[in-house]
DNA sequence: TATAATAACAGTAATCGTTACTGATTACAA
DNA sequence: TTGTAATCAGTAACGATTACTGTTATTATA
């Protein structure tokens, strides 16, 4: 039961997240995809963005910024977040799961995995204001 | 000017804290300062740990779940969260900011840091489910 | 010690991202 | 076709957090 249906408005969804890089939220998407179906609902966005997470076919990132993020490509890797602009860049960085081993040295419990992101300044914000005044 | 003024609703929040290694929520925090000041306004808690988390007397970590935990110990440590209970938990573990080197070896911009969280199965909840249905 | 300035308060309303509900529509199997 | 159930659009509800407002309390200074 629960047999997955064919629906133009998510194929969309999935589509659009595919052509972009930069992990939009879901108003982000729901602003874009509407530009081709005019009445899609917020509703639908969402209900589809956590559908294709649930189904392991995009990433749902939980940054810091209190929004969620979305992403198409689901191999492994990394994410840097410029807290200047809030911009989120994926990152060439090889896994970093060894330092699961290190955690649970002494840890009575199971760990399975980690969350990791790294911060700073992205290179636009780095350029647009070269010297700091402290 | 913005002299900080003593409250005492401030000084049960970070005593209150200071007590507890869960990793409380604001919620959590209100409604135990609650049997010592029965008028306290959850809107006072919210503004005093936000105050107290910019001085960097106590730590806000923003996991997955939505809701923000608040830390007393402003070490640098990290935790895990348990997947099936939700409980945030201290890890002995020393630092791994080598892993920014690596991040950026290919990355045009500044990395300053990381915010890394381990997840997995604590000890209490491997232990009330030993063994798997799959 | 008064007193004036203002930080902090309690109470409450507003905000914002997200989820849930409802009745209409659409995909698809029989 | 036609029945059914997944999906939809629209909207209401939700929960965590923040902002506002008029009152109270801390503290510097007279």
Redesign the pocket.
């Known amino acids: ?10 194929e969309a969804i999935k589509e659009f997240l595919a052509t972009r890089k930069d992990h939009p ?3 982000v998407v729901y602003q874009n995809i509407r530009e081709i ?1 005019p ?6 966005v ?3 963005l ?2 294709l997470s649930d189904l392991g076919e995009i990433l749902r990132l939980r940054l810091s910024d ?3 993020h979305f992403d198409a490509d689901t191999s492994l890797h990394y994410h840097f977040i410029c807290k200047d602009c809030g911009s989120v860049i994926d990152l060439e960085l090889d896994s970093i799961d060894h330092i699961n081993a290190a955690a649970g040295r002494n840890f009575p419990g199971q760990i399975d995995g980690n969350v990791t992101y790294f911060y700073g300044t992205c290179k636009d914000c780095l350029l647009s204001k070269p010297m700091e005044t402290s």
């Open positions: 039961m629960a047999t997955l249906k064919y629906s133009r408005q998510r939220t879901a108003d179906y009445h899609i609902s917020l509703g639908t969402y209900r589809n956590t559908l209190g929004v969620d």
